[in-house]
């Protein structure tokens, strides 16, 4: 599949800091120091509705991942998957009478759009699932042949005991675990799994519903898991940077992931760091595509809302942190956005060249970017009351702030 186009990132002068990072893994803040190229694998969407604002600040975490590491001066690989065929997919499009590959077709163009307005650095491989079918199949088979997978009625399934370091991504306790088993896509009270926590590698086909040549699997379709496991390890190999996601995919999905890969090659871990976002709700409850209490990015666009100021609504929370989107959280962005621009068209202005470390001292630890924003804010509000004399200064702000936020002013 294509991705986006990339919007430019503006070079800094000088360097800046390696990532330290929340692992949900370890339970705790790690430094990252990838080789010169940086590996990251980030969950895409499943595009059966316009990316929401909960979607988009949790790519918007990310983005601010690869945006340190390129002023590091490093490459970064990022791989993005987009799950166009699972459950809800299908669900939503017999729901609506529509062809589900057009479903698909249709809304990741749409979140394209999206993550371009927004000025989301694209991944250098965008693979839907259907594409990563002929790798999956001699996965499941791999595992299987190795007795980490057996079959069920036709489908196949995961053996959770075959990876040692299972448990070891989320921390769960088994009964915490089976609950968001079933919330999650799972099934855990199907009668003859050996582990009411396996999940499904490979599924039979079903009547009415697309498959695929599974070869000495049968025709089916792939589990949720799988598919990213496959994808993650054809582009990136083991031990990768960051696996990321929302909160919400820490168990199971990011938990069975990493068992697979680490039952499938032995090594261990998948990744250096599981960092997840925070979930984003509206009216008190976590926005979900399955509660319909959303709001969309291309409704804002559509309304006129400046793409610059919705990504700043979303610098202005801590990625780690749950939080309530309101009309106030957007009116406040939209005022910063206008501070900001009004600062920076000074011709002259205050140094700044203690606001680029400050802006790379805050996105270093743990990307804090409230704390970047408030730095840019002490620089604004000196700026607007201050007649400077340093040319470069509104440049220089505008470039940081474009390179190290995906901002532009
Ligand atoms: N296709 C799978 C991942 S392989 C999937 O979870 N798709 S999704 O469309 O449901 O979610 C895409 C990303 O948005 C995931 O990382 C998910 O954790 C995140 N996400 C979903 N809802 C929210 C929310 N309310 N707040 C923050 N992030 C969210
Ligand atoms: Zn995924």
């Known amino acids: 599949m294509h991705a986006w186009p990339a919007s430019e990132v503006p070079a800094l002068p000088g360097k800046g800091r390696d990532l330290q990072i929340h692992d949900t893994a ?91 307005a927004l000025r989301m650095l694209p991944p250098q491989h965008y693979i839907g699932a259907v594409e990563a079918i002929p790798g999956i199949v001699p996965l499941v088979e791999r595992l ?38 079933a919330e999650r896509g799972g099934d855990p009270d199907r009668p003859g799994k050996k582990n009411p926590l396996d999940p499904m590698l490979w599924m039979a086909a079903r009547p009415g519903e697309p498959s695929w040549d599974g070869g000495s699997l049968g025709r089916g379709r792939p589990g949720w898991h799988i598919e990213c496991v496959a994808i993650a390890l054809d582009h990136l190999g083991m031990g990768f940077d960051i696996q990321g996601g929302g909160s919400d995919l820490a168990f199971p999905h990011h938990e069975m992931g990493a068992s697979h890969a680490q039952a499938l090659t032995g090594e261990f871990p998948m990744a250096k760091a599981y960092v997840h976002a925070g979930m984003v709700a509206l009216h008190g409850e976590k926005m ?32 780690r942190a749950d939080w309530e989107w309101t009309d106030a959280v957007l009116d406040e962005a939209v005022a910063r956005l206008e501070r900001w621009r009004a600062a920076v068209s000074r011709p002259d202005g205050i140094p700044a060249d203690a606001l680029v470390e400050e802006v790379r ?32 200064a509104p440049g220089l702000v505008s470039r940081t702030v474009d390179a190290l936020l995906g901002v532009a002013l």
């Open 361 to 392: 001292e805050a996105l270093s630890n743990d990307l804090d970017a409230p704390a970047a924003l408030a730095a840019v804010d002490r620089w604004v509000e000196r700026q607007i009351a201050t007649d400077g004399e340093d040319e470069s």
């Open 288 to 319: 979900s595509k399955s509660k319909g209490n959303l709001v969309f990015v291309s409704a804002l666009r559509r309304a006129g809302v400046d793409p610059a100021a919705i990504r700043l609504a979303l610098l202005s929370h801590h990625y």
């Open 144 to 181: 299987r042949d190795a007795g980490a997978a057996y079959e069920l009625d036709g489908d196949t399934y995961f053996s959770v005991e075959a990876d040692p370091h299972f448990g070891g991504v989320s921390h769960l306790d088994a009964e915490a675990m089976r609950l968001l088993s």
């Open 26 to 116: 370890t339970q705790g803040t790690i430094t990252l120091a990838p080789g010169p190229v940086a590996r990251i694998y980030v969950c895409g969407i499943t595009p059966y509705d316009a990316t929401h604002i909960g979607h988009a600040a949790t790519y918007n975490a990310f983005d601010l991942v690869q945006r340190v590491w390129l002023d590091t001066k490093r490459q970064v690989h990022y791989v993005q998957n987009v799950t166009d065929v699972d459950d809800p997919l299908l669900e939503r499009a017999l729901r609506d009478n529509q062809d589900w590959t057009e479903l698909a077709e249709r809304e990741t163009a749409l979140f394209r759009e999206d993550m371009t």
